[in-house]
């Protein structure tokens, strides 16, 4: 995985300033809110949503299982329909190969679709290191860029920022990346919406290049399939001559049929609609609307270590919709940026030290970004048992030692022991009974000190239970 966010703080130190931004709760707190409640609705709608849940959770575990058979299977289809497959091992491996790629067209810009795995490897600052620009087309990845910024959110990239922010941002930044924005532009949604059009519609018309990802991948007939709300993503698709797609291995489902489920999960998930505004799927080239040379890049960057993982590669069902994030209390009140990763919120928590390792701070401390509520369990449209996994990785992290875990293995042995006898437990809460009044009131220590920066610890009983209940009840 690209080391773009790499060197960050650990998730409790950033998450302790993004709680301070008063601005950034109130965003998260609306958005996720506003979306949580709509797909609440969309879903609802639905008999049969246990079923489709069940339906996806079964086709992404056994596709999984067969993840070389399909793999094959993709490239043998995607090659006989025209197209071109490249394997990269690590991010490293498939900058360089789209890099090449689009040196070979002889293009110096390319349009992009909103892509997780082009933003996981790093692609747009690769790019740029070759003097290529990369222009991003969905509106919020838009925002972003226009920015300087970086997304926090797996659907709503820019869901950190208000209409007043966007305004400024293209006021200030359009004109730099080409069309500048209209005079007097205001912050209603629909003057921002138009002057992003305008603004990318220039863009559209002479990239000779597209870059994408994929939702799917379908094996059977090498079919790659893009979901999107604003058409940015069919433009991406159609009208550059060289199409190039970069995708994440585990993204393949076996056969066309398999897409109705996820098809039916996902919009309504994801922006709670009954179905995607666009749904774009190709196949191979084509000499009239779609791209005349097509290469498909599939990464792997850590997917095979996670696939190892009997309890961790649950991870690698996802399918993006985000409604984890929504649900999660902790993610509304730290936002996205605290995780360190493209990949936020409680399945970045997940996917994100699995992909990376756990040997950086950052990802040593995201399984600990939880409270292990379960909501985000009973949303997900593929059933991953986000919590579990959380406390499988937190195993992992506590086993690679450190002072905090050492100590913590010191504290539980020596408590092993001491319920272990009897005698000592007794006599220890006699001591402790007799001294309460000497007690702090809260924990020392930048450990035990954090459980009671906001609560007291419980006071003392005058006498123990033991004793108590020798007394009344002998």
């Given at each position: 995985m690209s080391g773009t966010y790499l060197g960050m703080p650990s998730f409790p130190k950033a998450a302790h300033q993004a709680v301070g931004n008063a601005t950034l709760r109130a965003n998260l707190k609306h958005a996720t809110h506003t979306i949580r409640d709509k797909r609440a609705k969309a879903v609802a709608e639905l008999d049969?949503?246990?079923?489709?849940?069940?339906?996806?959770?079964?086709?992404?575990?056994?596709?999984?299982?067969?993840?070389d058979t399909y793999l094959v299977q993709l490239e043998e289809a995607v090659t006989a329909a025209g197209g071109v497959v490249h394997w990269a091992a690590d991010a490293d491996e498939a900058n360089r190969i789209v890099t090449r790629l689009v040196k070979e067209t002889g293009e110096?810009?390319?349009?992009?679709?909103?892509?997780?795995?082009?933003?996981?490897?790093?692609?747009?600052?690769?790019?740029e290191a070759a003097g290529i620009a990369a222009y991003e087309t969905d509106l919020a990845e838009l925002i972003v860029q226009l920015g300087h910024d970086r997304p926090s959110h797996i659907l709503v990239p820019a869901i950190h920022r208000?209409?007043?922010?966007?305004?400024?941002?293209?006021?200030?930044?359009?004109?730099?990346?080409?069309?500048?924005?209209?005079?007097?532009?205001?912050?209603t949604p629909a003057e921002l919406a138009e002057a992003a059009r305008l603004h990318l519609r220039e863009k559209f018309?002479?990239?000779?290049?597209?870059?994408?990802?994929?939702?799917?991948?379908?094996?059977e007939t090498g079919t790659l399939v893009v979901v999107e709300s604003e058409?940015?993503?069919?433009?991406?698709?159609?009208?550059?001559?060289?199409?190039?797609?970069?995708?994440?291995?585990?993204?393949?489902?076996?056969?066309?049929?398999?897409?109705?489920?996820?098809?039916?999960?996902?919009p309504r998930s994801s922006t709670?609609?009954?179905?995607?505004?666009?749904?774009?799927?190709?196949?191979?080239?084509?000499?009239?609307?779609?791209?005349?040379t097509f290469h498909l890049v599939l990464i792997d960057n850590?997917?095979?270590?996670?696939?190892?993982?009997?309890?961790?590669?649950?991870?690698?069902?996802?399918?993006?919709?985000?409604?984890?994030?929504?649900?999660?209390?902790?993610?509304?009140?730290a936002g996205g940026h605290a995780y360190g990763s493209v990949y936020p919120g409680p399945i970045g928590a997940i996917l994100s030290p699995q992909l990376r390792g756990t040997a950086s701070k950052i990802d040593a401390s995201l399984p600990y970004a939880s409270s292990l509520c379960g909501a985000c369990y009973e949303v997900c449209p593929v059933a991953i048992d986000i919590p579990e996994v959380l406390v499988h990785l937190r195993?992992?992290?506590?086993?690679?030692?450190?002072?905090?875990?050492?100590?913590?293995?010191?504290?539980?042995?020596?408590?092993?022991?001491?319920?272990?006898?009897?005698?000592?437990?007794?006599?220890?809460?006699?001591?402790?009974?007799?001294?309460?009044?000497?007690?702090?009131?809260?924990?020392?220590?930048?450990?035990?000190?954090?459980?009671?920066n906001s609560r007291d610890l419980p006071e003392m009983p005058a006498e123990p239970f033991r004793d108590w209940w020798k007394k009344n009840r002998t």
């Open positions: 049969d949503w246990a079923l489709l849940r069940e339906a996806g959770k079964q086709i992404k575990d056994h596709t999984l299982r067969h993840l110096s810009e390319v349009v992009k679709v909103k892509s997780m795995a082009t933003q996981e490897i790093g692609l747009n600052e690769a790019l208000n209409r007043g922010e966007i305004r400024d941002i293209f006021a200030k930044e359009m004109g730099e990346w080409g069309r500048p924005a209209p005079e007097g532009l205001t912050d018309l002479r990239a000779k290049v597209g870059i994408s990802g994929a939702n799917f991948m379908v094996a058409g940015n993503g069919r433009m991406c698709l159609t009208l550059p001559e060289t199409l190039i797609s970069v995708v994440g291995i585990e993204k393949i489902v076996p056969t066309w049929r398999d897409l109705e489920v996820f098809l039916q999960t996902l709670a609609e009954r179905m995607n505004p666009y749904t774009s799927m190709w196949t191979g080239t084509t000499d009239t609307d779609g791209p005349q850590g997917r095979t270590d996670t696939l190892a993982d009997e309890v961790g590669r649950q991870a690698l069902r996802c399918i993006r919709c985000s409604a984890c994030l929504n649900v999660c209390p902790v993610y509304e009140r195993e992992k992290v506590a086993d690679q030692g450190g002072k905090g875990h050492h100590l913590e293995k010191a504290a539980i042995k020596a408590v092993g022991w001491v319920l272990d006898h009897p005698g000592a437990l007794a006599a220890g809460e006699r001591v402790a009974a007799k001294t309460r009044k000497l007690h702090p009131r809260k924990l020392p220590g930048p450990g035990a000190g954090q459980w009671t």
